[in-house]
């Protein structure tokens, strides 16, 4: 106190505003909340927010408390420990890659450059505290009322409504996926929310080598699939995720025959890469974000143009399929630019049968472990189809996904039989791996080389921002036909997919086309990397101007312009102080009553004196402009305790 | 700094205790009726004249006496009838036979408490010579214009259910008093305090000035320095666009009305010592200063909306910076 008045500092102001209070600690909820996800650590958040809690009531009550000396020595040194710690957090972090004294502008770029909603989410949020914070303070403090303009926001919240239905219905969706623009994915903490088993995918069997690739892929192994997102991607035309393809099947399980491999430098190069093939309609690019450990393959739409992963090295296996040494890890980005062939069914037409093995490898053809019935079964499909490679594929491929049912209900093939045999005599019931198994070996057996692929699905496809979110039951099997002029084609016998699993570039004419004015991803061009975002970019600068717009409506609102009078010093307190003394009573000044009025009618209470005083006090300073001075508020204030 | 050092300006303390002198004065005379005396003085005071409207025999004429005896000065009174004449008000010029010259003969008006009993018994013509008067404290005969002497003070009365052989004011000439004040009837104590005063006479006769001229125009100029502050003048000027905004209301309050009841608080303010108005004296002083003035649609009745707007209007924020 002493101290304070020798070096003349001006007395800090109580913060009595609760709702200033309130947007502290949510911002220090949000924040705590972001350390949980990402931290992965849920007792120093939880117990950093109690402890929190618990100094905000302290805090809050005894605002008015004068502070003891050895007190005040407490709670400045925590301050300057916290920040001591922030700085020195700061400082080190430079060279580790983190920078907390990064903008905001930054932090969220990056979080939806990563895809990473969540997070993003909660900048948002922890901005929005912030804002609150200042405003409700600074309000509270100048004793301003506000009235937002109810009607122009209320419009403009009601046109923005209109426009986004509008802006849904219009939007063309691609087929075979469904129309969901608004993809909510919230991290998903429990072990295992989906119905779908499923023996043969790399998800579930991280064994084999380091990579936690699989060798194998057993049709009566199953495992579990949930609803949990596996990777984000970026990408410029919705496609299947290839990952592993295996060209040998016994005995009810897949394996690779050919074991050989290719190892590259993390950048793979166009020139490094196959040519574009022949039909070629374009590049499209794609960056994954991986979110859950998975193993090391690269999942991409096929064929390749140039890769970027950052690993030590990777490896192409003899079918096309590029990985890593390790696991890919949660966070671990790389990117992708495919081309895009064109494989129209007129294409595909003139596409003759040629005899022999693609790539000289006879296990393209062999069709031996498919029971003789099943034999005559893939001829009866495609009786009457058999003018070109073509239809006869896109026959077999109709005649499994209409006679067959799709179920993730699968009961156990019985010991003994083959599955696929089951599958298409006794069951007749499947899931994507029984229909790209049977379909695979019907073709052999009708002289059409093909292999089976694995990998995801497309996902949940976003046209608008131009973003999947792959989760674990969107791992898929499809087939790969053989088309002498154009190469492994995708088919997929399962019902509900398209046939032709080909890629094709999305139909932008609506409110598409505003992302694809943006320029393209390409890798390692931070602009291109903007542009990327598409319509997201334009959020940040939207919310700071939304937020500039609020602050300059709320200054000129509470400025008084033309009289440069700022307030007599008693004013605020005396104020303040009458406003805390009809708190007390219990009753607040009605807007019509004058002070005498309400001195009048709050008679009679414990404070009535002081009351009297503070009333003609208020009517001096506010009709007579004599405000007292600050030591006389401060005294009233006191008989007030 | 301040105005006192200038000029001999009265403290509010000590105007203060010169209207409870006053007031003292007339309530030897008038048996309660505490607001309609402290609104009659209030006219006086801020410098506008007063209508008293009420029913014969509860006291008009009684109260603008005792005010015109405790103040001093020149008090004279006007019957007003049918056939008086303007020239019966203001005065009029007679030639002098001794010394071959026209001489004007001031009339009732030059004086400096005017009591019009009766006013809208008067012709139109007739009160508007009053008008001048008491708009502009001056008159004008036969081209020559005398002004009168301060202070210059009209009580006007009127009987507001009798309209047989009356002229009604005008609006105009209504607009140009400060405010008007119903007597009321008296309560059982009253009357008989009132019997009982005038068992042995009427104690009017005894009555004598408290307080000179020269006071009273102090208290005049006193009531000038007195501060409405920028919230006041807010209150008032929202008071006013509320009252215009009602429905029942054809003729709303004109801008002197607004000037009037600023002044009106003023005064008001002097009587309990302060050197400025507060809110409080404008809600009281609304209804006598305003609702006379307002012509209302159909059957409404203006001092009702008056009493609704002045209880459901919010006061101007405390905060002024």
Known sequence: MNLRRFLKLPPSPVENSLQARVFVFLGFVVASVAVAIYGQDYVVPAAGVVVAAIGHVVSYRGRNKRRRLAGQILVAGLVMAALAYFLADSVLAIFGGILPQANFAILYLAAVFAWDYPFGILVALWAICLAGFWMTSHLRRIDAKVAGPIRPLALALAGALALGVIAFVFIPQPTALSPTPLVVSLPSFTSFQGEMENPALPLVQISGDPSGATNSIDLRFRGRLGDAPVMYVRTGAPAYWRGLVFDTYQGGQWTASNRSFVTFQPYIQPRSLPPAPKHNLGTFAQVFRVVRTLPGVISAAYPIQSLYAPVSALRRDAYGTFRTPDVLRPGQTYSVVSYLPNLSPQELQSDPLLPGNPENNPEYLNAQNLSPRAHQLAAHAVAGHTDTEFDQVMALTTYLQTNFRYSLQLGQAPPGLDPVDWFLFDAKIGYCEQFATAETLMLRSLGIPARLATGYSTGDYNPVLNESIVREHDAHAWVEVWFSGHGWVPVDPSPGFAALAATQFPNRWAAAGLASLIPHLSIGAPLAALGSLGILAAIPPAVAIALLVVVVWAWFRTRRWGRGVRAAPGESELLRLYENVQRRLKRRRAPPETPLEYQRAARGGPIEPLLDELTEAVNQGAYAGRWPGSERVRELEKRLR | ?321
């Open chain 2, 1 to 321: 700094m301040s105005s006192a050092d200038r000029e001999p300006v009265l403290v509010p303390r000590r105007a203060a205790e010169l209207l409870a002198r006053i007031e003292e004065n007339v309530h030897r005379v008038i048996v309660g009726k505490d607001k309609v005396v402290r609104l009659a003085a209030t006219g006086l005071v801020a410098g506008g004249h007063v209508l008293l409207q009420d029913l014969p025999g509860t006291g008009k004429t009684l109260l603008a006496r005792a005010l015109a005896t405790s103040v001093g000065g020149a008090f004279r009174r006007i019957q007003c009838t049918p056939d008086l004449l303007p020239s019966d008000i203001t005065g009029s010029s007679v030639f002098n036979q001794k010394d071959l010259t026209f001489q004007f003969i001031p009339g009732p008006v030059f004086a400096n408490i005017v009591l019009a009993d009766e006013v809208n018994r008067a012709t139109p013509r007739t009160q508007s010579a009053l008008l001048e008067a008491m708009g502009e404290g001056q008159v004008t005969v036969e081209g020559v214009t005398r002004p009168l002497e301060r202070p210059f003070f009209v009580v006007a009365t009127q009987n507001p259910t009798e309209f047989h052989g009356t002229y009604p004011l005008p609006e105009s000439q209504l607009d140009r008093f400060i405010l008007a004040a119903e007597m009321g009837p008296p309560t059982d104590d009253e009357a008989m305090e009132v019997l009982a005063r005038r068992e042995h006479g009427d104690p009017i006769a005894d009555l004598r000035a408290v307080v000179s001229l020269a006071e009273v125009i102090e208290l005049q100029d006193a009531c000038l320095k007195v501060v409405a502050a920028p919230a006041i003048r807010t209150y008032i000027v929202s008071l006013l666009h509320a009252i215009r905004l009602r429905q029942e209301v054809l003729l709303p309050a004109s801008m002197r009305s607004g000037v009037y009841l600023q002044r009106a608080a003023q005064a008001w303010a002097l009587f309990e010592g302060r050197d400025f108005v507060l809110p409080d004296d404008i809600k009281l002083l609304a209804l006598p200063v305003l609702s006379h003035r307002l012509g209302m649609r159909g059957r409404f009745k203006a001092a009702d909306v008056v009493e609704e707007v002045v209880a459901s209007l919010p006061l101007p924020p405390l905060r002024q910076h």
